[in-house]
């Protein structure tokens, strides 16, 4: 079983930075994708970004321009720089790791972030 233990979360004012980190566990699967989504109360759990199999990157709309996702793949991990930060960036943050693509996903713990105006 593959587990991801996730850092870095915390409160910020509107226009910070913050960044995340997340760390895999081998399991029975290679690893071959990582990323982050993020989800609110009531809402769906929705993208914020990821890298594919190929190596491409897949960003949500709403963080474009704003977030960028980087990797170790010497160590596992994903990071999330979160650059401009604004309230509606507020959310529980959860690392994703896919053997096969995003066909299925494992999940971490999630961090909370917290941004105020």
């Known amino acids: 079983q593959v587990q991801l233990v996730e850092s870095g979360g915390g409160l910020v004012q509107a226009g910070g930075s913050l960044r995340l980190s997340c760390a895999a566990s081998?399991?029975?699967?290679?690893?071959?994708?990582m990323g982050w989504y993020r989800q609110t109360p009531g809402k769906q759990r929705e993208l914020v970004a990821r890298?594919?199999?190929?190596?491409?990157?897949n960003f949500g709309d709403s963080v474009k321009g704003r977030f960028t996702i980087s990797r170790d793949n010497a160590k596992r991990t994903v990071y999330l720089q979160m650059n401009s930060l604004k309230p509606e960036d507020t959310a529980v943050y959860y690392c994703?790791?896919?053997?096969?693509?995003?066909?299925?996903?494992?999940w971490g713990q999630g961090t909370q972030v917290t941004v105020s105006s």
């Open positions: 994703a790791a896919s053997h096969d693509n995003w066909f299925h996903y494992y």
């Open positions: 081998q399991g029975i699967y290679s690893i071959n994708a």
């Open positions: 890298f594919t199999t190929g190596g491409s990157i």
